[in-house]
């Protein structure tokens, strides 16, 4: 599969939506049982590296940055979200999105991304290890998806370029 990785633009939010309810389909990609609307979507993610991955002109995976807090000493740590099409996994899309995001977050001056994986996914936990993100603690029972209660494992990735 060709994978060409660019900017999302709001034109992309369709098809970015429909990735994002695929994911939460699944029950193993959020806690969220709902995709916002695209201005509380683009309210709630840096403006900086918003990805989207194509494949015969096509979106088959996005991800974006969205910052962990408003104060400024965390200025510099986002929190990532990659989510990749149904017929597009495991064919090296979240792989191709996360390096871009690593190389896009350290160009913006971000020293450290975090992500929070439910304990299920499997496949982005590995991927998520695969790019230096390593495992610090695991929230127990942190959220209710559909009545049952789910772990959220914690990861975070330190820049060996930016705040070193």
């Avoid at 494949?55 to 000493?73: E, F, H, Q, T």
């Avoid at 590995?126 to 772990?151: N, P």
Wanted: hydrophobic share 45%.
């Amino acid at each position: 599969m060709d994978i060409n990785i660019g900017a999302l633009r709001p034109e992309d939010w369709e098809m970015v939506r429909s990735i994002y309810l695929e994911g939460i389909a699944t029950g193993h990609a959020t806690l969220e049982s709902e995709v916002p609307d695209w201005a509380s979507w683009d309210g709630q993610h840096l403006s900086e590296c918003r990805l989207v991955a194509r494949s015969d002109d096509r979106v088959v995976g996005w991800a974006a940055l969205s910052p962990v807090s408003g104060r400024c000493v965390y200025g510099g740590v986002a929190e990532v979200s990659v989510y990749v099409a149904e017929k597009a996994r495991g064919k090296g899309v979240g792989a191709a999105l996360l390096r871009a995001l690593i190389d896009g977050s350290e160009r913006a001056g971000l020293w450290t991304l975090q992500a929070g994986v439910l304990k299920e996914n499997e496949a982005s936990l590995a991927l998520h290890e695969a790019w230096g993100f390593r495992v610090v603690g695991t929230r127990e029972k942190i959220g209710r998806l559909k009545g049952v209660w789910r772990d959220v494992v914690l990861l975070e990735r330190r820049s060996r370029v930016v705040g070193v």
